[in-house]
């Protein structure tokens, strides 16, 4: 028996040198974009979220603090605004944020207290493509004085 003859090949044409490659680097980058977005937009939600929250129980907070000598006499229950202001500084800075308003809406005859929380979320994958690194969120509630009926 004879040996087979190797065969040869032909080398590709030049034209078709790299292709592969500037297609992956394109469709990487449109992944890592996708991912940077579902992973920066979850953590921004996760940080509003995280401030209504805080504002919310900054304003219960501050919703406790009525005037104790009017409504020990029999007078309405009011909030004591000072009191109040400083409830809610209090419980922000043990939740380890300062960024906080606080300002006492009058509806129809009662005093509200209403909390504004700011907070900056640090992007982490974002900033790769061009966009800030950092965004802020606010996050609001309002709380009104209740108490324990008879």
Do not use: C, W
Not at 112 to 132: A, C, D, N, P, W
């Amino acid at each position: 028996m004879t040996a087979a003859a190797p065969t040869l090949r032909r080398p590709p044409t030049a034209g078709d040198h790299g292709r592969v490659s500037i297609f992956l680097a394109v469709a990487m980058t449109g992944v890592l974009a996708i991912v940077g977005l579902s992973f920066d937009g979850a953590g921004q939600l996760r940080t509003l979220q995280r401030a209504d929250n805080l504002a919310a129980e900054a304003a219960r907070a501050g919703g406790q603090a009525i005037d104790r000598a009017t409504a020990i006499e029999g007078g309405p229950k009011r909030i004591d605004q000072p009191q109040a202001r400083v409830a809610v500084g209090r419980y922000l800075t043990s939740a380890g944020t300062s960024g906080h308003d606080v300002s006492f809406p009058v509806v129809g005859d009662e005093t509200m207290i209403r909390v504004r929380v700011t907070i900056t979320y640090r992007r982490s994958m974002l900033g790769l493509f061009g966009f800030t690194d950092t965004v802020t969120v606010t996050g609001e509630a309002t709380a009104r004085a209740i108490t324990a009926g008879p």
